[in-house]
C-alpha cells in the first residue's frame, strides 16, 4: 500500500506515519468527548457555586452557562484586567478594598487546574464584581441602618442588569462610569488624597493650647495658633509673635471655611473647630463620598439643596448656586432632628395657619395648660370638625398623651410659629421649609433649634426666587397676596427637587473644602460603620 489517506510515503518511513495519523485519528474521535466532559464540568461548578446567590444563578442560567471571565481569549483576559484594576484601586474611592480580596482572587485564577477549578473561579469573579459594581455606585452601607432618619431612596440597580450591560460593554469604560459623575465627588476624591498626604506628613503639627486667643494677645498661645494657621494654609510663614490684624484675617477666612461667625476672634468653638486632626478631617470626606454614591441621582437642572450641618438652604441652577440663605433645623434630641431625604416642592403658602403636630400639643403645649389653661393662649384649642374650644369648658387633668382629644391652631399672622410663608414638599415626615419670628437664631454659630422642619433667614427673597419661574414682577406678586392677610397657596407651575442632605465636608465652586460639625452624630455612626466593614485610613495613623 504506497498511500494512506492519499499521502505516498516511501517503505522505511510507512510505519512510524502510519502510526502517527492514527494517533491523530483517534485523538479526533476522542476530543470531542473530552471537551464535552470539560464543559459539562465547568457548567455544573458555575451552577453550584452560584446557587448561593438567586441572581448569579439567574443570568448563568439564562446565559446557558457561557463563561465572562476565565476564557482565554482577547475579551476575557480584557475583562479580568479591568475588574483587578478596579477592585486594586477601590481605596481611593473609600471603599473596603478587603472585600474584594483582589489578592485573593489572583491566587485563585492562578490555581485553575481543572474545568471545576475554572468554574469555582468564574463565580467568584462574578461575585466581586456584583459587590464591587454597587458599593462603587450605590454605597457600601445601607442608610436606614445607620440612623432611623436617613430615609433616603438609594438607586440600587438591578444586579443581573449590571452583568447584561458589562457584557456588551467596553470593560474599562464600564468602571469608570459606575462611580457617582458629579463634580462634587470628584473634588472630594481630590480632597481625600490631600488629607492622606498630609497624615503620612504628620498632620498639622501641635494644636493650639488654649481656650481662646483674642487679637492684640500676645505669647506663646499666639505662636501657637499662628503655626497652626500656617500648617493650614491660611497663613504665609512669618515669625510673628503678637495676634495682628493679618493673623486676624487668617482666623477670618478659617472660620468661614467652617461656617463659623467670621469675627477674627479664636474663641473657643473657632479653636475646637482648629484643633480638630487631619484624620478627623479625612473621616468626614470619606463619609462624604459615601453619602455622594447614596444620592448617585439625577439632581434636576434646578433644584433646592438644604445641607443640614451647614445651616443653609441653596438654589442650584445648572450647577451653580444662584441663592443661599442661612437656616435653622432641628434639634439634636429626642425625636426632633431633621430627617434626610429627596421630595418635589408643589406650592407656597403665603399667611399660613399653623397646624401644630399631636407631638408638640401632647407633649409640649398638653403639660402646660394643665398648670394653666390658658398656657399658650395665641393658639387656638379646636376639636375634631376644626371648632375653637372655650378652654375654661376643658378639664386638662383628666387627659394625657394618648386620649387628649383636641388639637391646636394657629392663625395667620407676623406671630405665627411658620412666619408669613411656609414652602411645601408633601412628605410622610411633615418636613418643609418656613418662615419664622425668631430671627435671633440666625446669628449662632450652631443653629440646630426646630422641632424638625427648616427655618429661612430670607424666606421672602427666597419665594421671589422661586416665583420669578412663573411671574414677571414676583415681588409685586408675593406682597400683593400678602397683603390679604389670608392663607393662600400659590402652586408652582414646575415642581422643583427639594434634597436635603447632611455633609460635614462639602466643597465650594473654587474647589475648596469646607468642613461643618457632626451635630447630630450621624457621620460618626457611619465612619463606624464603614471602619466595620473594612474601610481603612491607611498604615499612617496622625
Known amino acids: 500500500m504506497q498511500r494512506i489517506l492519499g499521502i505516498r510515503i516511501g517503505r522505511s518511513r510507512r510505519i512510524p506515519i502510519f502510526l502517527g495519523l492514527m494517533a491523530t485519528l483517534i485523538a479526533l474521535l476522542v476530543a470531542p468527548h473530552q471537551v464535552v466532559a470539560q464543559v459539562t464540568a465547568f457548567k455544573q461548578a458555575v451552577a453550584e457555586a452560584a446557587s448561593r446567590d438567586q441572581d448569579i444563578a439567574a443570568y448563568y442560567r439564562t446565559s446557558d452557562y457561557a463563561p465572562i471571565w476565565t476564557e482565554a481569549n482577547e475579551t476575557q483576559r480584557g475583562r479580568r484586567a479591568a475588574l483587578m484594576a478596579a477592585i486594586t484601586t477601590a481605596h481611593l474611592h473609600g471603599l473596603p478594598t478587603a472585600r474584594y480580596d483582589p489578592e485573593g482572587l489572583m491566587e485563585k485564577l492562578k490555581n485553575v487546574r481543572s474545568p471545576r477549578d475554572r468554574g469555582l473561579a468564574e463565580v ?12 462603587i455606585q450605590s454605597g457600601v452601607l445601607i442608610p436606614s441602618r445607620i440612623d432611623k432618619l436617613i430615609v433616603r431612596d438609594v438607586p440600587y440597580r438591578d444586579r443581573q442588569g449590571y452583568l447584561k450591560d458589562f457584557v456588551t460593554s467596553d470593560p474599562m469604560l464600564f468602571f469608570r462610569n459606575l462611580r457617582p459623575r458629579t463634580l462634587e465627588y470628584n473634588a472630594l ?37 499662628r503655626n497652626r494657621l500656617i500648617s493650614m494654609g491660611y497663613l504665609n510663614r512669618s515669625n510673628a509673635s503678637s495676634y495682628d490684624a ?90 426632633r432632628p431633621t430627617p434626610e431625604f429627596s421630595d418635589m416642592m408643589e406650592y407656597i403658602v403665603i399667611n399660613p395657619t399653623w397646624t401644630v403636630p399631636r407631638s408638640i400639643v401632647t407633649k409640649e403645649y398638653l403639660p402646660s395648660m394643665q398648670r394653666n389653661a390658658n398656657a399658650a393662649g395665641h393658639i387656638d384649642l379646636i376639636d375634631g370638625g376644626g371648632r375653637v374650644i372655650n378652654r375654661s369648658s376643658v378639664n386638662f387633668s383628666k387627659y394625657n398623651a394618648r386620649n387628649f382629644p383636641f ?68 415681588v409685586g406678586f408675593f406682597k400683593a397676596k400678602l397683603a390679604t392677610k389670608r392663607e393662600t397657596f400659590v402652586h408652582l407651575e414646575v415642581e422643583l427637587p427639594v434634597h436635603l442632605i447632611y455633609r460635614t465636608a462639602f466643597t465650594t465652586p473654587r474647589g475648596h473644602t469646607q468642613y461643618r460639625a457632626d451635630i447630630y452624630g450621624r457621620d460618626a455612626r457611619i465612619w463606624d460603620a464603614l471602619s466595620k466593614a473594612g474601610v481603612a485610613l491607611g498604615d499612617v495613623q496622625g
Request: net charge neutral; proline share 5%; glycine share 8%.
Open 189 to 225: 476624591m481630590r480632597e481625600k488624597l490631600r488629607m492622606e498626604q498630609l497624615l503620612a506628613q504628620g498632620g498639622w503639627g501641635p494644636v493650639v493650647p488654649a481656650t481662646s486667643v483674642k487679637p492684640g494677645e500676645q505669647g506663646k498661645n499666639v505662636i501657637a495658633l
Open 124 to 135: 467568584e469573579m462574578t461575585r466581586v464584581f456584583l459587590q464591587y459594581a454597587r458599593d
Open 407 to 474: 388639637g391646636m391652631r394657629q392663625k395667620p399672622g407676623n406671630d405665627n410659629a411658620l412666619g408669613l410663608v411656609k414652602f411645601i414638599f408633601p412628605n410622610k415626615y411633615n418636613i418643609y421649609l418656613h418662615d419664622t419670628p425668631s430671627k435671633n437664631l440666625f446669628s449662632r454659630d450652631v443653629r440646630a433649634f426646630s422641632h424638625g422642619c427648616v427655618r429661612l433667614a430670607d424666606p421672602f427673597d427666597f419665594a421671589y426666587k422661586l416665583l420669578a419661574a412663573q411671574t414677571d414682577d414676583p
Open 246 to 335: 493679618t493673623m486676624q484675617q487668617a482666623v477670618r477666612e478659617f472660620q468661614r471655611d467652617h461656617g463659623l461667625n467670621e469675627d477674627g476672634v479664636a474663641g473657643s468653638t473657632t479653636l475646637a473647630e482648629m484643633n480638630k486632626s487631619v484624620e478627623t478631617r479625612l473621616k468626614s470626606v470619606i463619609v462624604a463620598m459615601e453619602r455622594e454614591r447614596w444620592m448617585n441621582i439625577e439632581r434636576g437642572p434646578r433644584h433646592i439643596l438644604v445641607n443640614i450641618p451647614a445651616f443653609k438652604v441653596e438654589i442650584v441652577d445648572n450647577g451653580e448656586v444662584t441663592f443661599e440663605t442661612r437656616s435653622v433645623v432641628g434639634a439634636a434630641e429626642d425625636d
